[in-house]
């Protein structure tokens, strides 16, 4: 009879499997903006209602924002000479810039529909205008690529693959490690192409790209000798970015 039973759930694991397959097919579309095409599973219009939601709750992470409006009113104007001279003017989402309070943490970051974060740790660690452009084009790119809706589709593809592998033949472990690597993946192409995206805004409002190479210097020096080898972060090695940096500025200086 236990050959029986394993049959069935094999069945069952099958269609599950295939359900989500199928469900992921459907869901693949080409990204306007960026011309890749992904797996999404949110419309615009949920993005930019995920990221107003939980905006307040990231800021309150952070020490809240920033007290000095004239600092802040800095992020703002050249956050919105970004958005206004590129592509990212044509999407539907709603670019809000905030600087953190936060003097320990250097970081940057974005909510998906256009909340747009960077920690006065960093914006104090700048040097000059462009690289405050260079880390609010990064962060815009990652707006504008949706990868955050990517990666909330992936994870439900991943899941749902997972439990198909563990109804069929206990093999759930074997699924859903593959797809943390798989996110993991997905995490590092993000930051390149957030960098690409970054110097194509840079270009397009004016500012210098190679003062992208000083942000990625910033970050180096903040990172330390002793930062986690590349392969297992999920953030790309500084270094290696650099080099990919330089291949977009070309690219896109020679396309102008
Ligand atoms: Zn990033």
Not at 106 to 117: K, R, T
Request: contains cysteine.
């Amino acid at each position: 009879m236990r050959g029986k039973n394993f049959k069935i759930r094999l069945l069952i694991g099958a269609a599950i499997a295939l359900f989500f397959v199928v469900k992921r097919c459907s869901q693949r579309e080409e990204n306007p903006y960026t011309g890749r095409v992904q797996t999404i599973s949110m419309s615009s219009t949920e993005e930019i209602q995920i990221g107003i939601a939980s905006a307040p709750q990231m800021a309150q992470q952070h020490g809240g924002l920033h007290p000095n409006t004239e600092y802040q009113a800095m992020v703002d104007n050249v956050g919105n000479k970004l958005i206004n001279n590129s592509i990212a003017r044509e999407t539907p989402y709603q670019y809000e810039f905030h600087l953190l309070a936060d003097p320990n943490t250097i970081n940057a970051f974005a909510l998906p529909g256009g909340q747009v974060f960077i920690t006065f740790a960093l914006f104090s660690k700048l040097e000059n205008e462009d690289q405050l452009a260079g880390v609010l084009g990064h962060e815009i790119g990652h707006v504008l690529g949706r990868h955050s809706a990517e990666r909330i589709a992936e994870s439900d593809f991943w899941q749902g693959l997972a439990t198909a592998g563990s109804v069929g033949a206990d093999a759930g472990g074997l699924v859903s490690g593959i797809g943390q690597n798989t996110l993991l993946t997905n995490g590092r192409d993000d930051e390149l192409e957030s960098d690409d995206l970054g110097v194509k805004f840079m270009l397009k409002a004016g500012y210098n790209p190679e003062e992208m190479i000083g942000v990625m210097e910033i970050l180096k020096a903040a990172a330390g000798p002793n930062r986690v080898p590349e392969m297992q972060s999920t953030h790309p090695d500084p270094e290696n970015r650099i080099e990919k940096i330089r291949e977009s500025i070309q690219k896109y200086k020679n396309a102008s």
